[in-house]
């Protein structure tokens, strides 16, 4: 198997059990903060459990990185996953998803502004349809009273973009570390706003699956498959997420979406794949 075709199976899988996430989210019932206070601990035990056990140099791992920027990047993509999670338990499953799906607008943006990158001209037609498609979903929840929702899922995308385009910059940041750190970051931002952290058995039982296995495994997989492929073939690996969180919760949940959200999601969904696959076939041209 050549080193292409083992990062594409790889970021596959890690994608696939990735979009599994939103299904365990929604089978709980308890408020987003204390979710994400009892995933946050878990997530550093797997993660600090993974480094001792293959990586016994962690002190190195930490302390040869840019300390400051990995706590920065850290507090950025914990308070993105308690948006995500927040988003969740406010809106539908697949606004949240096709709201993310979105990233690749905000990592522009933020590049731009931050490192003065030029912004391409198909990322700039790529975003205005991104753009319509987000308007369309908004319209329609702005029609029913339930923007809350997806004012997080806005706020969890921006955040995870603005970490992202740091971690480009600092490549030596250790992802295992990162994700390590963004669970601690993500109990105390919960700790600090949440009013009770009560929580049954079978809920913290779900949390603890999700936690110690499902999220680390997935990050772990599209870790090691990232290193194989560049940056159009991960964005268009990451609709499966898009495409199939939805459909896990619409299985298992009969959680259906809005005819606003289908129109939308397919704009952004069209968009993504469209700019994916003409970034690739420029790439291939050079």
């Known amino acids: 198997m050549s080193n292409n075709a083992k990062g594409l199976a790889l970021t596959s899988l890690g994608v696939l059990i990735m979009s599994l996430e939103s299904l365990f989210v929604k089978l709980t019932n308890i408020d987003a903060l204390t979710f994400c206070f009892y995933l946050g601990i878990f997530i550093f035990i797997s993660m600090t459990s993974f480094l001792i056990i293959k990586q016994k140099d962690i002190i190195n791992k930490i302390t040869s990185t840019s300390f400051p920027m990995l706590i920065i990047c850290a507090t950025l993509m914990g308070s993105s996953n308690v948006f995500f999670i927040s988003g969740l338990k406010n809106t539908s499953v697949a606004n949240v998803v096709l709201i993310f799906g979105t990233a690749a607008l905000f990592s522009s943006l933020f590049a731009f502004l931050i490192y003065k990158e030029r912004i391409t001209k198909n990322i700039i037609l790529a975003s205005i349809f991104m753009i319509i498609g987000l308007v369309v979903i908004f319209v329609d929840e702005l029609s029913l009273g339930g923007m809350k929702g997806n004012l997080f899922a806005l706020l ?19 992802r295992v570390v990162l994700t390590a750190c963004l669970g601690i970051s993500m109990s105390i931002i919960s700790l600090i706003f949440s009013d009770t952290l009560n929580i049954d ?12 296995f499902i999220t680390p495994v997935a990050r772990v997989l599209m870790g090691n498959g990232t290193k194989y492929i560049n940056a159009s073939e991960v964005t268009l690996l990451m609709i499966i997420e898009t495409v199939m969180a939805p459909v896990w919760v619409w299985l298992f949940l009969n959680e259906i979406p809005s005819s606003n959200t289908f129109i939308g999601g397919f704009i952004i969904v069209f968009t993504l794949i469209i700019n994916s696959l003409y970034t690739l076939r420029k790439g291939n041209i050079k």
């Not at 969890?156 to 250790?174: H, W």
């Open 201 to 212: 058995l079978r809920t913290l039982g779900i949390i603890a699956i999700m936690g110690l």
């Open 156 to 174: 969890s995308v921006c955040t995870f973009s603005l970490a992202f385009v740091f971690l480009v910059r600092y490549k030596n940041i250790s």
